[in-house]
């Protein structure tokens, strides 16, 4: 009995074993994908058994691994946009089978049901659509936000390079001592065969996120950035131009910003009424279940994606790879191709993370050939932790800071804290560019460009410009000679020196300008934040009511203008003024202000003497205080070489200001107080554009003449101000109260895109739209009290000066946009107060914007 008992128990263990050791012996086949022409791994690749449900996604790395349990003989590999293959197998063999795809050139368009008549696409019944439904409700649950916590490591690189450059591009003769800088790859690649790169950017950081009280901060432990002669160029507008177009892809917001723009996410609330959605495969051997969900827009030149993504069919309906591009038709400027591969990880919950985003586009004039600039932005993030609250100080104060020295870290920090190691050609960025300074052609071309495009001609410690405002001319100067410039910081950081000098051929009249300013910070005055005095003296014209936006008040352009243009005035200003920054954005500035003003053209000032008399005024003398508080959360700005220039985004910006006139101080004639405040503030609509609105108000305290009343903003030139009055003359209307409103709202195509003539065109369609309410109170209105200067009459050239009655000033336009790229043109139309003299009821205006 004893052998039988032995015998039956190896039996019993022999059965036992056997599904584990067939598992064992079970063959598999692996294998790396790869693209045949840029031949980089290729991730989110579809290998599976042919004919069955059985397979797999490649990892990050393009590998695959399948467990051949039902001796099958093919395994088939497919991926969006290439070719799929079918690839012979041995069954019961272990092997490696390395693919190599190749692309397909056929746009990804509906499926194609076999029958003898076309079914058309909808999305009743459409298993697709109820698929991205569920994605759609189960959002809130899979983002960030819907823990308590969390925090992660995260590594950002982002690197630009000339593309598709020629060989004969490359082997000019200008070129001959910067063979070094070229980069090779395959010509199939994006941006080419030869590229030039010239920016590399990276950033080590620890994220912290805690939902209540909500916070989200950034600690920049590390940053490292290829950088310029600061004399030539803006390395830290260079450094916010480039962040503000590659900003993060979140899939599950309803809107991606991109390239400045917003476009609708597939998994957007109504994205079904946007894109054509389909199941194009299943992956049911892996944990969980995935599900490959294609996309394409309804509308072509819409601002929408296309390519497909992978939802987990666990309940959570998570996105676990996705990978979006967008049509060649689609209404972006300069875009030649945009791919972004997103990869999500688990968490222990069992829910997914965002754990790598490749952005990669290439820009060009010409969408189809030529040179252009390639621009990859590659994000990890690592060490994904949930639930794990820290002290409060962790999560106060501004969503980014920077850690002490991370701009100081060795090449041994770098090498050892980057997740992977950056390529050959990649790590010689660094170097190569500070090689490329110590040429002399290139610091020659730099010199050069920085002319053309900033204005400014540079010598070391002072540089001159800017050079569009050497000339202009005007009614009452004439011919206008000017020339002027500025210290660098090559002479010192702390002290800044600005001046000027101009002659009026007609009026025999110079004009001059000095300024000087101390940095409180060793900063640049113009960079953020800002912490300085200046104290400057400005003895020089000026229009009344004319608000320039960014413009310096003698250039060229500026000289033509439309109507009669001679109401002018002589200011002497001397002002002392302190601006303090702080990283929050909240800033203050406090000032001091003594002016001098003096008519001239036609302008006069007069007033009634007690005997009825006519008396002609001089000048009028003020000395005032003032003092401003400003909240930009969030804000960011190109910083140039004249100015910062403030990016219009969706956060509002407060301004408060208040003015103190002083009577009897430093010759100063009156007593009053002003106050105006103002929002503004960017409203994406999704797929309609976006709207800017402006609103301001204002009171004047006080009793004094009409050139110390607010005299709104006119313009009489024929470019288009988006915060003037585009039909309003200058000096027309004044107020010592008023609220106005300016609304500004481009639909991005979304009309213009339905039109078959019109799509081809790119065209954007644009309302505006302004009104202002105010008026002067009895006591300021010069009917009322001889003392007070006259209002300006139409009886000279000028068209008069007038007080806000009680129906507002209105106008509005429609405009169409992108005209070459470039141009942006109104029709404006003016609706009351036509009856003034000189009122224009009808103009075109023109605008040029630079935009994606």
Same mark, same amino acid.
């Given at each position: 009995?004893?052998?039988?008992?032995?015998?039956?128990?190896?039996?019993?263990?022999?059965?036992?074993?056997?599904?584990?050791?067939?598992?064992?012996?079970?063959?598999?086949?692996?294998?790396?994908?790869?693209?045949?022409?840029?031949?980089?791994?290729?991730?989110?690749?579809?290998?599976?058994?042919?004919?069955?449900?059985?397979?797999?996604?490649?990892?990050?790395?393009?590998?695959?691994?399948?467990?051949?349990?039902?001796?099958?003989?093919?395994?088939?590999?497919?991926?969006?946009?290439?070719?799929?293959?079918?690839?012979?197998?041995?069954?019961?063999?272990?092997?490696?089978?390395?693919?190599?795809?190749?692309?397909?050139?056929?746009?990804?368009?509906?499926?194609?049901?076999?029958?003898?008549?076309?079914?058309?696409?909808?999305?009743?019944?459409?298993?697709?659509?109820?698929?991205?439904?569920?994605?759609?409700?189960?959002?809130?649950?899979?983002?960030?936000?819907?823990?308590?916590?969390?925090?992660?490591?995260?590594?950002?690189?982002?690197?630009?390079?000339?593309?598709?450059?020629? !060989?004969?591009?490359?082997?000019?003769?200008?070129?001959?001592?910067?063979?070094?800088?070229?980069?090779?790859?395959?010509?199939?690649?994006?941006?080419?065969?030869?590229?030039?790169?010239?920016?590399?950017?990276?950033?080590?950081?620890?994220?912290?996120?805690?939902?209540?009280?909500?916070?989200?901060?950034?600690?920049?432990?590390?940053?490292?950035?290829?950088?310029?002669?600061?004399?030539?160029?803006?390395?830290?507008?260079?450094?916010?131009?480039?962040?503000?177009?590659?900003? !993060?892809?979140?899939?599950?917001?309803?809107?991606?910003?991109?390239?400045?723009?917003?476009?609708?996410?597939?998994?957007?609330?109504?994205?079904?009424?946007?894109?054509?959605?389909?199941?194009?495969?299943?992956?049911?051997?892996?944990?969980?279940?995935?599900?490959?969900?294609?996309?394409?827009?309804?509308?072509?030149?819409?601002?929408?994606?296309?390519?497909?993504?992978?939802?987990?069919?666990?309940?959570?309906?998570?996105?676990?790879?996705?990978?979006?591009?967008?049509?060649?038709?689609?209404?972006?400027?300069?875009?030649?191709?945009?791919?972004? =591969?997103?990869?999500?990880?688990?968490?222990?919950?069992?829910?997914?993370?965002?754990?790598?985003?490749?952005?990669?586009?290439?820009?060009?004039?010409?969408?189809?050939?030529?040179?252009?600039?390639?621009?990859?932005?590659?994000?990890?993030?690592?060490?994904?932790?949930?639930?794990?609250?820290?002290?409060?100080?962790?999560?106060?104060?501004?969503?980014?800071?920077?850690?002490?020295?991370?701009?100081?870290?060795?090449?041994?920090?770098?090498?050892?804290?980057?997740?992977?190691?950056?390529?050959? !050609?990649?790590?010689?960025?660094?170097?190569?560019?500070?090689?490329?300074?110590?040429?002399?052609?290139?610091?020659?071309?730099?010199?050069?460009?920085?002319?053309?495009?900033?204005?400014?001609?540079?010598?070391?410690?002072?540089?001159?410009?800017?050079?569009?405002?050497?000339?202009?001319?005007?009614?009452?100067?004439?011919?206008?000679?000017?020339?002027?410039?500025?210290?660098?910081?090559?002479?010192?950081?702390?002290?800044?020196?600005?001046?000027?000098?101009?002659?009026?051929?007609?009026?025999?009249?110079?004009?001059?300008?000095?300024?000087?300013?101390?940095?409180?910070?060793?900063?640049?005055?113009?960079?953020?934040?800002?912490?300085?005095?200046?104290?400057?003296?400005?003895?020089?014209?000026?229009?009344?009511?004319?608000?320039?936006?960014?413009?310096?008040?003698?250039?060229?352009?500026?000289?033509?203008?439309?109507?009669?243009?001679?109401?002018?005035?002589?200011?002497?200003?001397?002002?002392?003024?302190?601006?303090?920054?702080?990283?929050?954005?909240?800033?203050?500035?406090?000032?001091?202000?003594?002016?001098?003003? =003096?008519?001239?053209?036609?302008?006069?000032?007069?007033?009634?003497?007690?005997?009825?008399?006519?008396?002609?005024?001089?000048?009028?003398?003020?000395?005032?205080?003032?003092?401003?508080?400003?909240?930009?959360?969030?804000?960011?700005?190109?910083?140039?070489?004249?100015?910062?220039?403030?990016?219009?985004?969706?956060?509002?910006?407060?301004?408060?200001?208040?003015?103190?006139?002083?009577?009897?101080?430093?010759?100063?004639?009156?007593?009053?107080?002003?106050?105006?405040?103002?929002?503004?503030?960017?409203?994406?609509?999704?797929?309609?554009?976006?709207?800017?609105?402006?609103?301001?108000?204002?009171?004047?305290?006080?009793?004094?003449?009409?050139?110390?009343?607010?005299?709104?903003?006119?313009?009489?030139?024929?470019?288009?101000?988006?915060?003037?009055?585009?039909?309003?003359?200058?000096?027309?209307?004044?107020?010592?109260?008023?609220?106005?409103?300016?609304? !500004?709202?481009?639909?991005?195509?979304?009309?213009?895109?339905?039109?078959?003539?019109?799509?081809?065109?790119?065209?954007?369609?644009?309302?505006?739209?302004?009104?202002?309410?105010?008026?002067?109170?009895?006591?300021?209105?010069?009917?009322?009290?001889?003392?007070?200067?006259?209002?300006?009459?139409?009886?000279?050239?000028?068209?008069?000066?007038?007080?806000?009655?009680?129906?507002?000033?209105?106008?509005?336009?429609?405009?169409?946009?992108?005209?070459?790229?470039?141009?942006?043109?109104?029709?404006?139309?003016?609706?009351?107060?036509?009856?003034?003299?000189?009122?224009?009821?009808?103009?075109?205006?023109?605008?040029?914007?630079?935009?994606?």
């Amino acid at each position: 009995m004893k052998p039988l008992t032995t015998l039956f128990k190896k039996s019993i263990i022999l059965l036992l074993l056997l599904p584990f050791t067939a598992l064992a012996q079970s063959p598999v086949i692996k294998g790396v994908v790869t693209d045949i022409k840029r031949h980089e791994v290729m991730p989110f690749v579809t290998v599976s058994f042919a004919g069955t449900s059985v397979g797999m996604s490649t990892n990050t790395r393009g590998e695959y691994s399948l467990v051949n349990n039902g001796n099958y003989k093919q395994i088939k590999v497919a991926f969006i946009g290439y070719k799929t293959i079918v690839k012979d197998i041995e069954p019961g063999k272990d092997q490696v089978i390395n693919i190599n795809l190749v692309e397909d050139n056929h746009t990804l368009n509906e499926v194609v049901v076999r029958s003898n008549k076309k079914k058309k696409y909808t999305n009743k019944n459409n298993p697709a659509v109820e698929l991205i439904r569920q994605v759609i409700a189960h959002k809130k649950q899979n983002q960030l936000e819907s823990y308590d916590y969390a925090q992660y490591k995260q590594y950002e690189r982002m690197i630009f390079s000339l593309s598709n450059l020629s !060989d004969k591009f490359k082997n000019k003769r200008i070129f001959k001592n910067y063979q070094f800088m070229f980069k090779e790859q395959d010509s199939t690649a994006i941006g080419g065969k030869t590229l030039l790169p010239m920016y590399l950017e990276e950033k080590l950081s620890d994220n912290y996120y805690r939902k209540a009280p909500y916070a989200k901060k950034q600690v920049i432990e590390a940053n490292k950035q290829v950088k310029y002669d600061a004399n030539f160029v803006d390395n830290e507008g260079l450094k916010t131009y480039f962040n503000r177009m590659y900003q !993060d892809i979140n899939i599950y917001d309803n809107n991606v910003s991109l390239l400045s723009n917003q476009l609708l996410s597939p998994i957007a609330d109504h994205s079904p009424d946007y894109y054509k959605f389909f199941i194009t495969d299943t992956l049911k051997d892996q944990q969980p279940n995935l599900i490959e969900l294609s996309f394409t827009p309804r509308n072509t030149n819409g601002l929408l994606f296309e390519g497909r993504m992978y939802v987990t069919m666990d309940g959570n309906f998570a996105v676990q790879n996705a990978e979006l591009t967008v049509n060649k038709n689609i209404n972006l400027n300069f875009v030649r191709q945009m791919q972004a =591969t997103l990869s999500y990880e688990k968490n222990n919950d069992g829910k997914y993370h965002l754990s790598q985003s490749d952005l990669k586009i290439e820009f060009g004039i010409n969408k189809n050939k030529g040179g252009g600039v390639f621009g990859e932005r590659l994000v990890t993030i690592n060490n994904f932790e949930i639930n794990k609250p820290h002290s409060k100080e962790i999560y106060d104060g501004p969503a980014q800071v920077f850690a002490s020295n991370s701009d100081a870290k060795s090449d041994l920090y770098w090498m050892q804290s980057r997740p992977d190691s950056l390529d050959a !050609d990649a790590a010689r960025i660094y170097k190569n560019v500070d090689s490329l300074q110590t040429i002399p052609s290139f610091k020659k071309t730099i010199d050069i460009a920085t002319l053309v495009l900033a204005g400014y001609k540079n010598y070391g410690k002072f540089e001159v410009g800017p050079a569009n405002t050497f000339y202009s001319f005007n009614p009452v100067e004439g011919f206008r000679p000017r020339i002027g410039g500025r210290t660098t910081p090559e002479l010192s950081k702390r002290y800044y020196f600005e001046t000027y000098g101009a002659y009026g051929t007609r009026d025999d009249k110079f004009k001059y300008f000095f300024s000087s300013t101390y940095s409180l910070n060793n900063k640049s005055i113009y960079s953020f934040p800002q912490n300085y005095v200046r104290a400057s003296f400005q003895h020089d014209t000026k229009i009344p009511g004319q608000e320039l936006q960014f413009v310096q008040e003698s250039n060229f352009l500026l000289s033509f203008k439309r109507g009669d243009n001679d109401v002018w005035l002589y200011n002497d200003i001397l002002r002392l003024d302190y601006v303090h920054e702080f990283s929050n954005h909240l800033s203050y500035a406090l000032g001091f202000k003594k002016w001098g003003q =003096t008519p001239a053209g036609s302008l006069q000032f007069r007033n009634l003497l007690p005997n009825g008399v006519i008396n002609d005024v001089d000048r009028i003398n003020t000395t005032e205080l003032s003092a401003q508080i400003r909240w930009a959360p969030h804000e960011k700005f190109y910083q140039g070489k004249i100015y910062r220039t403030p990016i219009p985004d969706r956060y509002p910006v407060f301004t408060l200001n208040y003015q103190q006139g002083v009577k009897g101080l430093l010759g100063g004639d009156y007593n009053y107080q002003n106050v105006t405040a103002n929002i503004t503030k960017r409203f994406y609509l999704s797929q309609l554009g976006f709207t800017d609105v402006s609103t301001e108000g204002s009171y004047l305290f006080g009793k004094v003449p009409f050139p110390l009343l607010d005299i709104h903003h006119a313009n009489q030139t024929y470019a288009f101000q988006l915060y003037s009055y585009n039909l309003m003359n200058f000096q027309e209307f004044v107020s010592d109260h008023y609220a106005s409103i300016a609304i !500004d709202h481009n639909f991005n195509g979304f009309l213009f895109n339905r039109v078959p003539l019109l799509k081809k065109l790119k065209l954007r369609e644009i309302i505006d739209f302004k009104s202002l309410w105010g008026g002067v109170r009895s006591e300021n209105n010069p009917a009322n009290d001889n003392s007070l200067l006259r209002f300006p009459g139409s009886n000279g050239t000028s068209g008069g000066t007038h007080a806000l009655s009680a129906k507002p000033y209105m106008e509005g336009s429609v405009g169409v946009g992108n005209i070459f790229k470039l141009l942006r043109v109104d029709l404006v139309k003016r609706f009351t107060y036509l009856e003034n003299p000189g009122a224009p009821e009808w103009g075109v205006r023109a605008m040029v914007k630079f935009d994606f």
